[in-house]
């Protein structure tokens, strides 16, 4: 079940190691955008020698590899997505979900033209989630 991830690691000629393919595994289990606390605590139930530090290297050098991209979206705090495909991201301002929106950026064509290489899209959407849309009418419609 992990030849995926050390597939995914051979192609970028990195080193085969433990933490790197759990991460790789949440990463692509959970898309969810998950911080650095939350891939740590969800994988030290299975693997409590796991330090934060080495759950932090692992996604730094996917990232580094473009494996793995990290958001900036809540603060300071960095959220981490395997999905690299460029894609934008829709922020729920009560939950606080973040959702991926599969919409080409309209200004890519441009950028490109202009010879430069894309790497990085940010663009983000803020508002209330559907979720939390139906939580509210549903709250309304019993009072
Ligand atoms: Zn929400
Ligand atoms: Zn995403």
């Known amino acids: 079940m992990y030849e995926k991830y050390v597939k995914i690691l051979k192609d970028h000629t990195l ?21 650095v606390e939350e891939i740590y605590s969800s994988l030290k139930k299975t693997h409590p020698s796991l330090s934060r530090t080495t759950v932090y290297n692992s996604l730094e050098i996917l990232k580094k590899n473009r494996i793995v991209q990290s958001l900036a979206i809540s603060g300071s705090e960095l959220r981490y997505d395997i999905d690299e495909r460029l894609h934008h991201h829709f922020i729920c301002n009560r939950c606080g979900a973040i959702l991926d929106i599969s919409i080409a950026c309209p200004n890519m064509d441009k950028t490109l033209q202009g010879g430069h290489r894309v790497e990085e899209v940010q663009g983000y959407f803020k508002g209330i989630c559907k979720k939390c849309q139906t939580k509210e009418k549903g709250r309304s419609n019993n009072g």
């Open 15 to 35: 080193k085969i190691t433990s933490p790197r393919l759990e991460v790789l595994k949440y990463l692509d289990e959970h898309h969810t955008h998950p911080n």
